[in-house]
């Protein structure tokens, strides 16, 4: 092999790793957001720590990363579900919706929206699973989405499907100047705001850090959502999680033992 094609392979080879690792930390992000349970924070912690360790992740992503590890390893499954409840379920102190983010009012624009994303997702022959089949704005499923472009990046890089390629980036620059990248730091913002959990906090840094860093990267231009959405007439009831279990809203009184 020659000089020339060698610093091919090696290039290719670069480029898929940092497609994985891209990846990667779009889904632990996903999982970090949807409902903790022991088995979540074990792999949630199992990848954060792996992936902060890897030569593709941006240094400024690391120490994040593994925060979140750490945090994900020493929390109560049960006191971090009742965190989960009072921040996204039952009283949505901070909603995990893009639609629930905005300057005015939705009730119009909130099916155009919805269909948008859900247009992304059929594009690549993906969709929210069908037990939830209303979450496609939750901050969750977009980061699922942004996960799987970067796998099938990744897999038109090392077969050599250059047009594959360029739509399956098209589409990730689409997303984020389009929805993620709009209100994933006004969310995360929230989040630290709402909560002294350590496990939240260190998502919403992970979150942060990471979007603004895509963004960057891939030059796209969202319009950043900085405000919530008056809920209007609907009531709160509109935002509650598809995600979260069936169960009961915690006391006050075990709320504030849970994050003792």
């Known amino acids: 092999m020659s000089v020339e094609a060698l610093g091919t ?10 497609a994985l690792t891209r990846a990667a930390i779009y889904r632990l992000l996903g999982r970090a957001f949807g409902y903790p349970t ?4 074990e792999e949630l912690a199992r990848l954060s720590a792996l992936v902060a360790e890897q030569p593709a992740t941006a240094p400024a992503i690391r120490d994040p990363l593994a925060r979140l590890a750490a945090t994900a390893r020493e929390v109560d499954p049960g006191a971090l579900a009742a965190e989960y409840v009072f921040l996204f379920d ?5 909603p995990p919706y893009e639609g629930a983010y905005g300057d005015a009012p939705q009730m119009a624009g909130k099916s155009a929206e919805l269909a948008d994303i859900a247009g992304f997702y059929t594009a690549f022959g993906l969709a929210p699973a069908a037990t939830y089949p209303d979450m496609e704005d939750h901050i969750a499923a977009e980061l699922e ?6 796998l099938k990046e990744a897999y038109a890089v090392a077969e050599g499907h250059t047009e594959g390629l360029a739509v399956t980036r098209e589409a990730q620059v689409g997303f984020l100047t ?8 006004t969310f995360a913002g929230e989040v630290r705001s709402a909560t002294p959990v350590p496990y939240y906090a260190a998502a919403a840094d992970v979150l942060t850090t990471w979007v603004r860093a895509e963004i960057e990267a891939l030059g796209a231009t969202p319009r ?21 279990h069936e169960e009961p809203a915690p006391h006050a009184d075990e709320r504030s033992a849970a994050r003792e």
């Open 178 to 185: 389009d929805h993620l990248g709009r209100w994933a730091d």
């Open 145 to 150: 989405f942004m996960s799987a472009l970067a």
């Open 9 to 18: 392979v090696r290039a290719l080879d670069a480029a898929v790793e940092q």
């Open 38 to 41: 022991a088995s979540v924070l």
């Open 90 to 94: 039952r009283q949505v102190r901070c």
């Open 224 to 244: 950043r959502l900085t405000t919530r959405v008056d809920p209007g007439p609907l009531g709160d009831d509109t935002l509650t999680c598809p995600m979260a």
